[in-house]
Every structure is written in structure tokens, then in C-alpha cells.
T-cell receptor, first 113, second 110 residues
């Protein structure tokens, strides 16, 4: 049973606009959430993370929001750039339980010039 | 910058062959992982390790085996490759925070 879900397989956004990628999880023991960016035939690259004690974390153009009551997190990219086009994976872990990372199935973001 | 390396990057091999995918990290991380990923799917954890001489099977059943004789090295072995093993294999390591991934091995079994 998939514990981390990304229900949108793809998203297309115009350059300069906001990209919002969504993720839901089911395990209430998860206390650490991450976003990764991946190109084909490459390994995922870490983007940004958030601990369960926070509801927002910002790093440059990237902001992650966490809604624990809804078991939902989102990644906002503002402004979107063509170089942001990639597959974005949401991940979650329970740091007191070995810190295994569980991944969603990814959202393919296409930023159009 | 992450210092975790996987070799080979690409491998095409015949059915029945034995293969070993190499993974090394220079960050001194105790925790290491192997994930398997098919296009459009999530990354599935197939093996992980707490440290030297400690290995566990992940949530996705796999016919592969792993070993952890040294902190920096976490190779994955398939004794007899089959076409169903065709996939991308991703190695990662972590300390208390995020996992760092290698570039992956794209395995094709013909």
C-alpha cells in the first residue's frame, strides 16, 4: 500500500508563473518530508525539506508547505523557469524508525518558455 | 555536493548472468539504501543497511542480495539476471537528514 501519493502525473506551467506540486501521505508517524528533482537516467537531487514541527520552509524560489491535519504537503516554485522542467518526487520518513524514505510516484513538470 | 557513486551507469546483459552493481560513498554515512524505479512509478526500497554487517530487506521483494563489509561500500548482486529485473537501480546514503543519491544504474536484461 502506497504511503506517499502524488496524484498528478504531470503539470504544465508558463515560464514566470507559479508551479504547485502536491503530495499526500497516510502514515501519521512520518516526521520529515522532502522534495527531490529527477532527470531521466539520473539519480534524484535533493531540493528542500521540512520537519513536522514546522508548516513552511522556504529556500529561494522553492517553498514547501505542510498541513499535518490533512496529511498534505505542497511545493511551490515561484517564478517557474524552463530549467525547472523535470520529475519531482515527494518523500517522507520516520526518523525514529531507521529513517527509511518513502517516495511518491512523481509529477512531471513542464515549464513552457 | 553529494559524494556517492554508482557503476556502471548503463548495463545490458543476457538472461542468466550474474551481475554486481557497485555503490560507494565518501561521506561516512552509516545508513545506505537501494531503490528500484520504473518509469512513471515511485521509488521502491529493496534493501537498506544500518551500518557495517547490517542489512535488511526493503518493502519491495527483490531477488537481489546486498552486503556491507565496509561503511563506504554497498554492492547489490543478482545471481541470475532475468528480463523482469530490467529497471533503474538507485543507491543512496543518509545521516540524520536527507538522502543523497548516486546517478543510478540503468539495467537491461535481454
Amino acid at each position: 500500500d502506497q504511503q506517499v501519493k502524488q496524484n498528478s502525473p504531470s503539470l504544465s506551467v508558463q515560464e514566470g508563473r507559479i508551479s504547485i506540486l502536491n503530495c499526500d501521505y497516510t502514515n501519521s508517524m512520518f516526521d520529515y518530508f522532502l522534495w527531490y528533482k529527477k532527470y531521466p537516467a539520473e539519480g534524484p537531487t535533493f531540493l528542500i525539506s521540512i520537519s513536522s514541527i514546522k508548516d513552511k520552509n522556504e529556500d529561494g524560489r522553492f517553498t514547501v508547505f505542510l498541513n499535518k491535519s490533512a496529511k498534505h504537503l505542497s511545493l511551490h516554485i515561484v517564478p517557474s523557469q524552463p530549467g525547472d522542467s523535470a520529475v519531482y518526487f515527494c518523500a517522507a520518513s520516520d526518523r525514529y524508525n531507521f529513517n527509511k524514505f518513502y517516495f511518491g510516484s512523481g509529477t512531471k513538470l513542464n515549464v513552457k518558455p | 555536493e553529494a559524494d556517492i557513486y554508482q557503476t556502471p551507469r548503463y548495463l545490458v546483459i543476457g538472461t542468466g548472468k550474474k551481475i554486481t552493481l557497485e555503490c560507494s560513498q565518501t561521506m561516512g554515512h552509516d545508513k545506505m539504501y537501494w531503490y528500484q524505479q520504473d518509469p512513471g512509478m515511485e521509488l521502491h526500497l529493496i534493501h537498506y543497511s544500518y551500518g557495517v554487517n547490517s542489512t535488511e530487506k526493503g518493502d519491495l521483494s527483490s531477488e537481489s542480495t546486498v552486503s556491507r563489509i565496509r561503511t563506504e561500500h554497498f554492492p547489490l548482486t543478482l545471481e541470475s539476471a532475468r528480463p523482469s529485473h530490467t529497471s533503474q537501480y538507485l543507491c543512496a546514503s543518509s545521516d540524520q537528514g536527507e538522502a543523497f543519491f548516486g546517478q543510478g544504474t540503468r539495467l537491461t536484461v535481454v
